[in-house]
């Protein structure tokens, strides 16, 4: 991430100096292949290479998802190219052998801004391969939502109330969205604007509301994510691409670690981390991507004591939602994961590698017992139980596909059976047009969530807070943090959002804006909120994958 890091920064740099630099960038490699006739001068070695995916079937939809995950925000949803990327479903990418093209992917032209992706799996790069081959050169796929992504900012028309857009964000603007509200799929096309992430320029920070102080707690990580503060005040952090969790102890005067630690190495893809029992922890548990697992812990841990133990499978897939959270009841006897959908909006009746997925399951704390325990909850990134009511809550990543503002991302405390409408109905009554006709007896069943969030947000992360430094009226509150839409016209999201509650155990649907300021006038985003938790001392810690830091808010009083 850091070599991403730098390759944004490069391009940012450029943008600024030279005005259409990037088309100079793309004819300059096609000229280069006039002396070299493989793809991006590719080894001859590459000419031997066979794609072992070549005749099976699954390959090429397999490469779809992994190409919405990993490379749509920069190529563009449908392969077309975006700003001053190129486009994929190209003559160049077609006629390319696919060794010399396998071996661009895992090399990347980091320089160029290409990253490299050797951290992707041989068969994940060789999936890659066989979609970007099976497209049509100079043709955008179809299939995938329309790129309105060349918008500029005089294009971008004002939001109607109360949906906004990222020009609208500052802390502590009060947003209710109810569905009423709504409207009709397709009223407006499906967009893929994914971020193209540049660097923060140095005069830019995020920005809270008054009385609050917003420092660097900490830099140069590799994909920060989840954020999780143990029973003694450690903070640890899940480097999900590094495989890695890195802890963090104490604060300084000037808001930084006093100790930084890196925790385990070699786990898949982690992301939830929870420990349990909640008082004297025993075992640090972990979500893969693909099982649940927990190491003996005990306070004061400051490197994993051994191989972790595996507890349970969990379903997973190349490409598709692959983060886990876990959290356990107040009274230890349950553990709760979430399990994202394999797809967009698949149907669960004919797809079965749905099986298991958007929803939330519960097992012993052991790992045995496994059910359901609510469903239709289409990519429950965030679990959290409130510690006042010790009820289960979790925050939602809602479908794509259907418009800028459909269909609403969500937080809401989770009954226990209860449906929640993927892939056929949401937010109550509505059927999904892909799926029509279908399940009728589910849409009185499909519950409205708690709080509707913007659509396309991309809410990850939330925490209660329950520490004692903030002022009195956020005792309870939820804190999310929004990751930042793609698939809208004119971006939302990209920032740390509020929802009191008042005192009470129930959230009314209002919802603020807390901390905003990770994407520029220009739409150009340089920071994404992940994880959030709440330290010792009462500060808030929110992760950031854009810039692979954590910044840490502080009450400073009036
Ligand atoms: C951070 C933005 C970014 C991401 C994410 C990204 N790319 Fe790229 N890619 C680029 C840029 C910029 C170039 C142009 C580099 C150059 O040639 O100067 C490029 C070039 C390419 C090319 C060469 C195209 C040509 O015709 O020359 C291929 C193939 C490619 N990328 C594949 C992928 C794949 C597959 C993924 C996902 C696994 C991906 N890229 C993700 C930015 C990105």
Redesign the pocket.
Known sequence: MKR?LH??AR?YAMSLAVIGA?AG??S??AHGQDDNPR??HAPASTDDLRNPNANQANAVGDGKT??GT??A???GASAQGNG?????A?A??KK?TPGA?FW??TQ??VP????A?SS?TEDQ?WK?VSY?QSLDAGKADASAPKAVASMTPGDWPAPTPPFTDFRYESPGTSRKITVADLPKPYATTSAGNGP??VARPDNVWPKAPPGFKVELFATGLDNPRLLRTAPNGDVFVAETKAGRITMFRGITPDGRPKETHVFATGLKQPFGIAFYPAQHPQWMYVGNTDAVVRFAYKDGDVQASGKPEHIADLPHSDGGHSTRDIAFSPDGSRMYVSVGSKSNVDDADTHPEEKNRADILVFKPDGSDMHIYASGIRNAVGLAVDPKSGELWCSVNERDGLGDNLVPDYITHVQEGGFYGWPWWYMGNHQDPRHAGKHPELGSKTIVPDVLLHPHNASLQLTFYDGAQFPDEYRGDIFASEHGSWNRSVRVGYEVIRVPRHGTARASGEYEDFLTGFTLPSGQVWGRPVGITVAHDGSLLVSDDGSNVIWRVSYQGK
Do not use: E, K, T
């Open positions: 991403r390759a944004g391009r990037c960038l793309i300059l490699h793809f991006h992994l190409y990993y490379c925000s920069c190529h001053n990327v190129p486009p994929l190209s160049g990418v390319a093209l661009f992917i990347g032209d160029n801004g290409m990253p992706w992707l790069r890659l970007l193209q992430l």
